[in-house]
Structures are given as structure tokens and as C-alpha cells.
């Protein structure tokens, strides 16, 4: 293995736990254990480190060595506003462009089928990617590449606190998905107004965790 796929497998490795929560916040991260784990050395192990830090994933000090940065009340906040206004104006867009109901179900049947077998599997990692490439694929559907860009740039902070919002929140599935699909039935009749409505009782979920 080269040392770049041997950084990338470290950074995948770890970045993983710290999305799912696994390693929580504020969790102390010793590059050594991680070299254990995965029967690597030092070097690849440390830039796997650098990296997530200037992530923001974890912070890293000379006296207290690596440590995962917990999810702020203000990242919260400021995620949820960012991502709010990406998708309100994803879906304003959408109803006015008024696709045909078989465009819509080719853009989020995927991710609402994926959402259903995960449920019914009790798998909750599968739960929260599907979650998460639903939300991506309405703003896709908006036919702007530039939101799409920026709107994924957001993905793994989207994950981490989904993680948190359905583990962690007594939050049932069940109604997270029926959020969903009723989400998908307002864009099939070009109603950003109602999606608007759910899509806030929706994220209203996620204030307050941090």
C-alpha cells in the first residue's frame, strides 16, 4: 500500500467513527491506536490527522495531542440555516419549473426506496446516507449545479448531526421517512409552500443538540 492510500485509508477510517459517533465530542484520538487498528505507520496515520483537523473534525494541540471537536450549538445553527436556504430555494425553483411526476419519482424514488428497506432492516447508518441523498437529490432536481455543488460540500456535517438527530433524540424513523415522503408528494404537485412547512417541523428536530 503506497502512503497516500495508506493516509486515505486512515482519514476514511477515522473520519467514519467521528460522523457516526463512535468517537464522540471531545473524544481524545491517540494516532498510535489507530496505527494499531489498521497495521499502519506513524507518518500516514498523522497526515490522516491533519487533515480531518483542517476539517474541523477534530483539533489538535502539542500538550493534549488530537481530540474530536464536538458539535457547537452554533454549527448547528449555522448548518441548519445554510442548508435551509439551499433547499427553499431548490424547491421554489422546482415548483416554478413544474416537472412532470414521473421526474420527480425518477429523483427521489432512489433515495425513498433505500430509506424504506433500511428502516425495515433496522439499519440506521444505511438510514441516515439515504437521509441525506434525498435532501441532495431535491436540490438536484432544481437543475442549478451550484447549489448541488454546495449543498454536497455541506454532506458529512449533515451526516454527523443526522447520526446525532436519530440515535441520539428519541426521534422515530417511521416519522422521519413519512416526512419524506410527503415531501416528495409536495413537489409532485409543485407545492413549495407545503414543502416549506414540513421541511421546517423537519429540521426543527436537529436545534438544540449540541
Known sequence: MTGQAAAERAY????????TGEL???ERLSEGRICEELELSRTPVHEAFLRLAAERLITLSSRQGATVQPVSVTEVADLIETRGVLERTAVARIAAQAPAAAEVEAALGAPLARQEAALAAGDLAAYVE????FHAAVVGLSGNPIAAHFFDLLRDRQLRLAFL????????LDLSFREH???AACLGRHDAAAYHAV????LSRHQGLA
Do not use: F, N, Q, W
Not at 439515504?130 to 441523498?133: G, T
Not at 438527530?165 to 422515530?172: E, K, N, Q, R
Not at 421541511?199 to 423537519?202: D, K, T
Open 130 to 133: 439515504a437521509d441525506c441523498d
Open 165 to 172: 438527530v436519530l440515535s441520539g433524540s428519541g426521534v422515530v
Open 181 to 183: 415522503r410527503e415531501m
Open 24 to 26: 464522540p465530542g471531545g
Open 12 to 19: 476514511a477510517y477515522t473520519k467514519r467513527r467521528i460522523i
Open 199 to 202: 421541511l421546517e417541523v423537519h
